[in-house]
């Protein structure tokens, strides 16, 4: 038997799945947007890479702590930082990475060639699809201790953004 459908009957079913796709692009574009002010309001700078660490996101700290916009950065190399990390003096007792603090201190440079004391975090995240990669790294500036010892442990290295300046 075969059941005929009439054209009343697919309009008014194209109409219903065009409503529900409408409002779940709201819903969508309300979520991006709900997550795009969270970021945003976040005191530290939050910056995300492609896999070839390539800039594609940086939030207005990351703008404020570094002295770049947005459109500065927007395709520029990770590297435009020179990212110094400090060596971790105290050695995990495992051996396992995952035990590992996430949480590094270093020295980042701003847009006019300062050198800073920095603590950061960088994290891997695939996409849903597992065909991109980000590596948000957020990035704050370093309390008034921090900065004391972070500069004991430069004077100390051999290589640093402060040598290499003289």
Request: aromatic share 6%; net charge neutral; glycine share 6%.
């Amino acid at each position: 038997m075969e059941e005929r459908i009439s054209k009343k009957e697919i309009e008014e079913e194209l109409a219903k799945r065009e409503g529900l796709i409408q409002r779940l692009t709201q819903e969508l574009e309300g979520a991006k947007n709900f997550t795009e002010s969270i970021i945003q309001s976040i005191g530290s700078g939050i910056i995300i890479t492609e896999m070839n660490d390539t800039i594609t996101y940086i939030n207005r700290a990351g703008e404020r702590i570094l002295g770049y916009s947005k459109d500065d950065l927007m395709g520029k190399p990770f590297s435009i930082f020179e990212l110094r990390e400090k060596e971790n003096v105290i050695h995990s007792l495992l051996d396992n990475p995952d035990d590992q603090d996430t949480r590094r201190e270093g020295w980042m440079r701003r847009k006019d060639h300062s050198g800073f004391p920095v603590g950061f975090t960088i994290n891997n995240h695939l996409s849903v699809s597992g065909k991109a990669r980000a590596l948000p790294m957020s990035c704050e500036t370093l309390s008034p201790v921090s900065r004391r010892l972070l500069r004991r442990w430069v004077r100390k290295c051999p290589m640093t953004i402060q040598e290499e300046n003289t």
